[in-house]
């Protein structure tokens, strides 16, 4: 492992022209550019960062918010950002493995988890730089989540090896691993994960739902879903939302589903809808995949394309609140940050056309200044109403 970076290495950010309104729209870009394709981004939940003494500086909007990508390149890097100071973007850590690093989770402030290619879940300090494996799987670790507030000290991990793990952080296990706490089998291979109100949500080959209570995992619980999606086509994201009584599912076909985790209300209430796509006068129909999917606070979400676009959506109203400009090429990730007051968006091609000259993989933060681009149809009718 090699330790880049410092907790003063500010990274310049590309001036956005003032009449360039697509540039304003799609938020500033880290001039940090990855060598290989960007994997995910996620927020650390805690929206304070100190200076080592515990001390934030801000009530969430002015506090500065930790931000981290991993990349196919190996890379896990965290930045620091502000809402209300969007041309300050701080790169606060840059570690480099040896392995494609495919899935990423805070577990604190200053601790992230990551899992590799080579099965390995890593664990990094980003105050000493310091780097541990605490798990391992047989392949390919393509989900890695945490919940501290209902399975405090684990780390789940899920793979393409058809297992899902657990691992204690406190206690060393034998060998170079930490200690797995539970292992469980799945009915396929681990494609994406999230975590929301003590929900495990898990998307697998064959188009399979499960979702596990974080809680139970650790004893041996049955799911709470075990089903194939409604889409007909791969998984590409799951997202639940946060209160954890429903999944959004967005698959390869261009297509995403809201499904929900009661069997009999899923059945009367599920729908899915097409977005992602556009017509070619030469060609017809042009289907990309939907790569990402990830909840507004306010229960609104957004989903990431092969398109290059991010479209917001309302899911109890069934419509598109807001589409951001184009971004330069695919959108691989995204993330709102806890608060809600900015997205990240990861512009990284994602391979749907082969292998071709695409810019470079690069970052984005979108501070959202028009609450009418996450808010509710519903929620927004009865603000307009008082």
Same mark, same amino acid.
């Given at each position: 492992?090699?330790?880049?970076?410092?907790?003063?290495?500010?990274?310049?950010?590309?001036?956005?022209?003032?009449?360039?309104?697509?540039?304003?729209?799609?938020?500033?870009?880290?001039?940090?550019?990855? *060598?290989?394709?960007? $994997?995910?981004?996620?927020?650390?939940?805690?929206?304070?960062?100190?200076?080592?003494?515990?001390?934030?500086?801000?009530?969430?909007?002015?506090?500065?918010?930790? !931000?981290?990508?991993?990349?196919?390149?190996?890379?896990?890097?965290?930045?620091?950002?502000?809402?209300?100071?969007?041309?300050?973007?701080?790169?606060?850590?840059?570690?480099?493995?040896?392995?494609?690093?495919?899935?990423?989770?805070?577990?604190?402030?200053?601790?992230?988890?990551?899992?590799?290619? *080579?099965?390995?879940?890593?664990? @990094?300090?980003?105050? $000493?730089?310091? %780097?541990?494996?605490?798990?391992?799987?047989? %392949?390919?670790?393509? !989900?890695?989540?945490? #919940?501290?507030?209902?399975?405090?000290?684990?780390?789940?991990?899920?793979?393409? #090896?058809? +297992?899902?793990?657990?691992? #204690?952080?406190?206690?060393?296990?034998?060998?170079?691993?930490?200690?797995?706490?539970?292992? +469980?089998?799945?009915?396929?291979?681990?494609?994406?994960?999230?975590?929301?109100?003590?929900?495990?949500?898990?998307?697998?080959?064959?188009?399979?739902?499960?979702?596990?209570?974080?809680? #139970?995992?650790?004893?041996?619980?049955?799911?709470?879903?075990?089903?194939?999606?409604?889409?007909? @086509?791969?998984?590409?994201?799951?997202?639940?939302?946060?209160?954890?009584?429903?999944?959004?599912?967005?698959?390869?076909?261009?297509?995403?589903?809201?499904?929900?985790?009661?069997? *009999?209300?899923?059945?009367?209430?599920?729908?899915?809808?097409?977005?992602?796509?556009? +017509?070619?006068?030469?060609?017809?129909?042009?289907?990309?995949?939907?790569?990402?999917?990830?909840?507004?606070?306010?229960?609104?979400?957004?989903?990431?394309?092969?398109?290059?676009?991010?479209?917001?959506?309302?899911?109890?109203?069934?419509?598109?609140?807001?589409?951001?400009?184009?971004?330069?090429?695919?959108?691989?990730?995204?993330?709102?940050?806890? !608060?809600?007051?900015?997205?990240?968006?990861?512009?990284?091609?994602?391979? %749907?056309?082969?292998?071709?000259? +695409?810019?470079?993989?690069?970052?984005?933060?979108?501070?959202?200044?028009?609450?009418?681009?996450?808010?509710?149809?519903?929620?927004?009718?009865?603000?307009?109403?008082?």
């Amino acid at each position: 492992m090699v330790y880049m970076g410092a907790r003063d290495d500010v990274v310049v950010v590309e001036d956005v022209d003032a009449n360039d309104d697509d540039a304003r729209g799609r938020g500033r870009v880290i001039d940090d550019a990855f *060598d290989d394709g960007i $994997s995910s981004v996620f927020w650390a939940r805690s929206t304070k960062y100190g200076d080592g003494d515990g001390d934030g500086d801000g009530d969430g909007v002015m506090a500065m918010m930790l !931000c981290a990508a991993t990349s196919w390149g190996g890379d896990v890097r965290v930045y620091g950002a502000r809402a209300r100071l969007a041309g300050q973007h701080t790169r606060l850590h840059a570690f480099k493995t040896t392995s494609p690093q495919l899935c990423g989770t805070f577990v604190d402030r200053t601790h992230v988890v990551s899992g590799g290619a *080579d099965g390995a879940v890593r664990a @990094f300090d980003v105050t $000493s730089g310091a %780097e541990r494996v605490v798990g391992s799987h047989r %392949e390919a670790v393509s !989900c890695v989540e945490y #919940d501290g507030e209902n399975a405090p000290n684990m780390v789940f991990s899920a793979s393409y #090896d058809r +297992t899902l793990k657990a691992w #204690d952080l406190r206690a060393p296990g034998g060998g170079e691993c930490g200690r797995c706490a539970a292992s +469980t089998s799945m009915p396929g291979k681990a494609f994406t994960s999230d975590v929301a109100n003590g929900m495990l949500f898990l998307g697998a080959s064959d188009r399979q739902i499960l979702a596990y209570k974080t809680s #139970d995992i650790i004893s041996g619980g049955r799911p709470v879903i075990n089903r194939q999606s409604s889409m007909r @086509f791969q998984t590409r994201c799951v997202r639940g939302n946060p209160r954890g009584d429903s999944v959004v599912v967005a698959s390869v076909e261009g297509r995403v589903a809201v499904e929900y985790v009661d069997d *009999d209300r899923n059945e009367r209430e599920r729908y899915a809808f097409k977005c992602h796509r556009k +017509t070619d006068p030469a060609t017809g129909e042009v289907i990309y995949p939907v790569h990402a999917v990830s909840f507004h606070p306010l229960g609104t979400f957004a989903t990431g394309g092969g398109d290059g676009y991010v479209n917001i959506w309302d899911g109890a109203a069934k419509k598109r609140l807001f589409q951001c400009p184009r971004y330069p090429t695919s959108v691989a990730s995204l993330a709102f940050s806890p !608060c809600g007051t900015m997205l990240a968006v990861a512009s990284s091609y994602a391979q %749907e056309e082969r292998e071709k000259n +695409t810019p470079h993989d690069r970052l984005y933060i979108r501070v959202i200044g028009d609450d009418a681009e996450v808010t509710p149809k519903a929620a927004a009718a009865a603000a307009a109403a008082k």
